[in-house]
T-cell receptor
Framework: GIQVEQSPPDLILQEGANSTLRCNFS?????LQWFHQNPWGQLINLFY???GTKQNGRLSATTVATERYSLLYISSSQTTDSGVYFC???????????FGRGTSLIVHP | KAGVTQTPRYLIKTRGQQVTLSCSPI?????VSWYQQTPGQGLQFLFE???????NKGNFPGRFSGRQFSNSRSEMNVSTLELGDSALYLC?????????????FGAGSRLTVL
């Protein structure tokens, strides 16, 4: 099946810093999503981004489908951004997304 | 619009028992997927139901089963619980159309097996 690699696995920031999270896929994907898992375990949709760039406040995402990667940018990070960020996407004719192992982000005040 | 509702949120069982978890999807969503999340294995796909039919299945033993009702609500059952079944069980619903499958997750059911 498809392999999803996320980097870095862990990230520690001071409040106000910017960061870039990366997601690489071993095969072409569609329906790519980014999620944030909060400390209580809830997975929150951030972006549905099969290709191109989208922005939502301090967050933006870019997917380059032809090169099989996606990036999540977090600007002016806040302590509430802490948690684990996952990317996921299915490949081929499947609807079922495969998840990466996540990037664990800690933002210190 | 109500989100995805999972019940119960927390439960403790002992080895050998069985457990049933419930998931109510977003109104209008006909697909419900279940995932198991553990620190060691990450998020692993269990199964997906669409219009009361299991359409996809992950690589889990037969002790894990599920079903979907005509109102799209879904249940999953784990029989003969093992310590390794302790995990966060996440349900996601989606409206599949136009080639898109955008998942929305519930808050999860955290199962502890003693």
């Amino acid at each position: 099946g498809i392999q999803v690699e996320q980097s870095p696995p862990d990230l520690i920031l001071q409040e106000g810093a910017n960061s870039t999270l990366r997601c690489n896929f071993s095969d072409s994907v569609n329906n790519l999503q980014w999620f944030h898992q909060n400390p209580w375990g809830q997975l929150i949709n951030l972006f549905y981004i099969p290709s191109g760039t989208k922005q939502n406040g301090r967050l933006s995402a870019t997917t380059v489908a032809t090169e099989r990667y996606s990036l999540l940018y977090i600007s002016s990070s806040q302590t509430t951004d802490s948690g684990v960020y996952f990317c996921a996407g299915p490949s081929g004719g499947s609807y079922i997304p495969t998840f990466g192992r996540g990037t664990s982000l800690i933002v210190h005040p | 619009k109500a989100g995805v509702t999972q019940t119960p949120r927390y439960l403790i069982k002992t080895r050998g028992q069985q457990v049933t978890l419930s998931c109510s999807p977003i109104s209008g969503h006909r697909s419900v997927s279940w995932y198991q999340q553990t620190p060691g294995q990450g998020l692993q796909f269990l199964f997906e139901y669409f219009s009361e039919t299991q359409r996809n299945k992950g690589n889990f033993p037969g002790r894990f089963s599920g079903r979907q009702f005509s109102n799209s609500r879904s249940e999953m059952n784990v029989s003969t619980l093992e310590l390794g079944d302790s995990a966060l069980y996440l349900c996601a619903s989606s409206y599949q159309g136009g080639g898109a499958n955008v998942l929305t997750f519930g808050a999860g059911s955290r199962l502890t097996v003693l």
